[in-house]
C-alpha cells in the first residue's frame, strides 16, 4: 500500500518543483531599494528579506516592463528569486499596480 502511494506522491511533488523552476517566491512591502538590492518585509511575521538584483532582472507592474527607479519604499512586490549560498537573486520583480490617485499624494 505504500509503496501504491508512494510513486503518486513523487510525481505530484517534481511536477510542483519543475513548476517552480527552482525559484523561490517573496512577497511583501519595498522596506529599501537601490541600484542592486531590494528588501522586502513580509507582511505576516515582519522580517525583512534582502533580495539582490542585477541587469537581467525583470521588472513588471501589471503587464508592463518597468525599471527599479520606478519601484519605491511601500510598494507591494512579488518577486521570484533563487537562493544560493543564503541570498536571494532575483528573476523577475513583480509591482503591484496602482491607481493614479495613489500617486498623486
Same mark, same amino acid.
Given at each position: 500500500m505504500k509503496r501504491l502511494l508512494a510513486a503518486p506522491?513523487?510525481?505530484?511533488l517534481s511536477v510542483s518543483a519543475f513548476a517552480h523552476n527552482g525559484m523561490e517566491h517573496i512577497m511583501g512591502t519595498v522596506t529599501a531599494i537601490? &541600484?542592486?538590492s531590494i528588501?522586502?518585509?513580509? @507582511?505576516?511575521?515582519?522580517k525583512v528579506t @534582502?533580495?539582490?538584483?542585477? &541587469?537581467?532582472t525583470m521588472w513588471m507592474r501589471g503587464k508592463d516592463m518597468i525599471?527599479?527607479?520606478?519601484v519605491h519604499t511601500g510598494d507591494r512586490v512579488a518577486i521570484h528569486a533563487k537562493k544560493v549560498d543564503g541570498?536571494?537573486? &532575483? &528573476?523577475?520583480v513583480e509591482v503591484g499596480t496602482t491607481t493614479a490617485a495613489a500617486h498623486s499624494h
Open positions: 506522491l513523487a510525481l505530484v537601490t &541600484a542592486t528588501d522586502v518585509k513580509n @507582511p505576516k511575521d515582519g @534582502p533580495v539582490v538584483t542585477d &541587469a537581467k525599471t527599479a527607479k520606478d541570498k536571494f537573486f &532575483a &528573476a523577475e
